[in-house]
């Protein structure tokens, strides 16, 4: 497994923005993947973003596209979330997590981090 550490989350206004960090123990293989999820309180995990390590294969849920941006330094083993245009719909607990492909199926990942809370004020 690969060790994931968050960071970069916080209280930010509606319209505002925020990039959330993910730093890897190490680098899976070239076809490996990185994803953000986020959970609200009552609901259920819930896929944001997620692409391979390589840079391809960009995938984002239907509510954050055009907003957030999902990137990563190869060099740094860290990929970053970009998220803009906030609203308190986005308020959750976002996790990182690799695994193997990308996927928006939580059970494909099976490295977590301990998650990072964003807290949007309307």
């Known amino acids: 497994q690969v060790q994931l550490v968050e960071s970069g989350g916080g209280l930010v206004q509606a319209g505002g923005s925020l990039r959330l960090s993910c730093a890897a123990s190490r680098r899976t293989s070239s076809t490996g993947a990185m994803a953000w999820f986020r959970q609200a309180p009552g609901k259920e995990r819930e896929f944001v973003a997620t692409?391979?390590?390589?840079?391809?294969?960009?995938r984002y849920a239907d509510s954050v596209t055009g907003r957030f941006v999902i990137s990563r330094d190869y060099a740094k083993d860290t990929f970053y979330l970009q998220m803009n245009s906030l609203n308190a719909d986005d308020t959750a607990v976002y996790y990182c997590?690799?695994?193997?492909?990308?996927?928006?199926?939580?059970?494909?990942?099976?490295?977590w981090g301990q998650g990072t809370q964003v807290t949007v004020s309307s």
């Open positions: 692409m391979r390590w390589s840079g391809i294969r960009k």
């Open positions: 997590a690799a695994g193997q492909g990308t996927s928006d199926r939580v059970a494909d990942f099976d490295s």
